[in-house]
Nanobody, 123 residues
Framework: QVQLVESGGGLVQAGGSLRLSCAAS????????MGWFRQAPGKEREFVAA????????YYAESVKGRFTISRDNAKNTLYLQMNSLKPEDTAVYYC????????????????WGQGTQVTVSS
């Protein structure tokens, strides 16, 4: 089992940047593919980005490609999401998640979730 705790959310103006972190504890962090998801009020949880166990490959939703960067530091048991050029439509609660095996864009395949961190982008 792995425990995940997100941090780094907040209020930012459109065009600004934030970096989210997800600290993992418990079982070996490097054993898990990791993902970031978000959920806006009244909407379903949606895929944002994912990264393989080694960090060698990354995957992005089209809506964030070129603006967001997912990365991980297995030595520090931490996952990151650098968010640049933020837009009001990026406003949501952001969750990190872990799964065994290959990465996935489907939240249903993830085994462990953090509690989420709020990101609000004002226009």
């Amino acid at each position: 089992q792995v425990q995940l705790v997100e941090s780094g959310g907040g209020l930012v103006q459109a065009g600004g940047s934030l970096r989210l972190s997800c600290a993992a504890s418990g079982r070996t962090f490097s054993a898990y593919a990791m993902g970031w998801f978000r959920q806006a009020p009244g909407k379903e949880r949606e895929f944002v980005a994912a990264i393989r166990r080694s960090g060698g490959s990354t995957y992005y939703a089209e809506s964030v490609k070129g603006r967001f960067t997912i990365s991980r530091d297995n030595a520090k048991n931490t996952l990151y999401l650098q968010m640049n050029s933020l837009k009001p439509e990026d406003t949501a609660v952001y969750y990190c998640a872990a799964k065994t095996g290959q990465h996935s864009t489907d939240p249903g395949w993830y085994d462990y979730w953090g509690q989420g961190t709020q990101v609000t982008v004002s226009s």
